[in-house]
């Protein structure tokens, strides 16, 4: 199984940004976005389950992030809108062959596979 993570680069705040992550090697139920700001944990930012489309968010990017499947198979993306510098961060791209439940969308220990990481950077 392979994670590639693409799209990260520097934005001004209100600014928007787009990530993509291809997925294969496998068969996935949930896919997600993570991210590590730095000198923090990594912490969650959306999933999104594939069986019906079902997204959860962080409540910081409510309204402003949106993550869902994007043409190609096996690939999500996260549209970033409304950027502000506490977005900088490194995004992880996460996925799990398990179709989650609404409440474990947003724990780090359900995914198996992550993708390296792409770097989001914004300045105010």
């Known amino acids: 199984v392979q994670l590639q993570a693409f799209g990260g680069g520097l934005a001004q705040a209100g600014g928007s940004l787009r990530l993509s992550c291809a997925a294969s090697?496998?068969?996935?139920?949930?896919m997600a976005w993570f991210r590590q700001a730095p000198g923090k944990e990594r912490e969650f930012v959306a999933a999104l389950r594939w069986s019906d489309r079902k997204q959860k968010y962080e409540d910081s990017v409510k309204g402003r992030f949106t993550i869902g499947r994007d043409n190609v198979e096996g690939t999500v993306y996260l549209q970033m809108n409304s950027l502000n510098p506490d977005d900088t961060a490194i995004y992880f791209c996460a996925a799990s062959q398990r179709s989650w439940i609404w409440s474990a969308l947003g724990s780090i220990s359900g995914y198996e596979y992550w993708g390296q990481g792409t770097v989001v950077t914004v300045s105010s």
């Open positions: 090697g496998g068969t996935f139920g949930t």
